[in-house]
C-alpha cells in the first residue's frame, strides 16, 4: 500500500501531490491494478490534512481511471498509467542512475539536476537538442 508524504514547501497543492504520488506509484510498479489505497480516514490521520482534500485527489484519479471507488469497501486501483512500469526499463534506470552520480561528482546539487532535467526533457518534446530517441531518426 502507498503511503504518502507531503512537500508543504512545494508550492504544488496539497490534492495535486497526491495525484502525482499515485501516477509514480504506478509508473515504478509499486501499485498495481487491484491494490487498494489508503482510505480518506486513514490519509487525513497520517497527514493531518483536510478530508475534502483526500476526496478530491481521488476523484481527480478516478477520473482518469486509474482508481475505482467501491462503496463501503475502498478506492482500489483500475489500471497502470500508459507506457508501461518504470521496473520494465532497467537499462534506462542504470544509466540514469549513472548519470546523476556524474552530475554529483561534477558539483551538481537536486535543483541543478532537476533543472537540467526539465530542461532537455522540454527541448526533446519540441524535437530541440538533446532529442534523445528522435536524434538521427530520418
Known sequence: MIEFHLDRGSGVSTYLQ????????LR???LRPGDQLPTAR?????LAINP???LKAYREL????????????GTFVLE???G???VAHTRLRRDLERWVREAREAGLDQEDLRALFTVVLADSQKGGPGKGAKEGAA
Do not use: F
Open 18 to 25: 497526491l495525484v502525482h504520488q499515485v501516477k509514480q506509484a
Open 28 to 30: 515504478l510498479g509499486a
Open 42 to 46: 486513514e490519509v487525513v490521520e497520517s
Open 52 to 54: 475534502n482534500t483526500v
Open 62 to 73: 478516478e477520473r482518469d481511471g486509474l482508481v475505482e471507488g467501491r462503496p463501503g469497501m
Open 80 to 82: 497502470g498509467v500508459l
Open 84 to 86: 508501461g512500469t518504470l
